[in-house]
């Protein structure tokens, strides 16, 4: 089954993108199995960013410890942006080439909403 450009590019868009990975799910697109399964997997975007904003809340409040609290901030603030914004544009360009992949985790917690809200 070949997919094609429009859907490809919605799916792509859909990973740094979150809004348009929520408007997959939510309208008539879902309808379409490839988007329908990239726009689940990318809303893992929303909980990295519930994640990254639970450390940062964390890393205030340990900057009251000298070295520990730069450490901490650093690696949640930083590092995990970094990570998440290469993860992104990696899955965006597997899903622009028409690939359907897995993200370690969250494949399974998506694949159980995929069915359930067809």
Known sequence: MTVGSENRLLAALGYPVW???LVVVVTD???DPFLRYHGWQALF???WFVLWVGLTVAGAVLSFVPFVG???SFLTGTLMFLAWAILSVVY???AYQGQRF???????LCRRYMLSHV
């Open 29 to 31: 697109l879902r309808k």
């Open 102 to 108: 897995e993200i370690p985790v969250v494949a399974g």
């Open 45 to 47: 975007g929303i909980a």
């Open 19 to 21: 809004v348009v990975a």
């Open 92 to 94: 965006a360009v597997r």
């Open 70 to 72: 730069f450490l901490f």
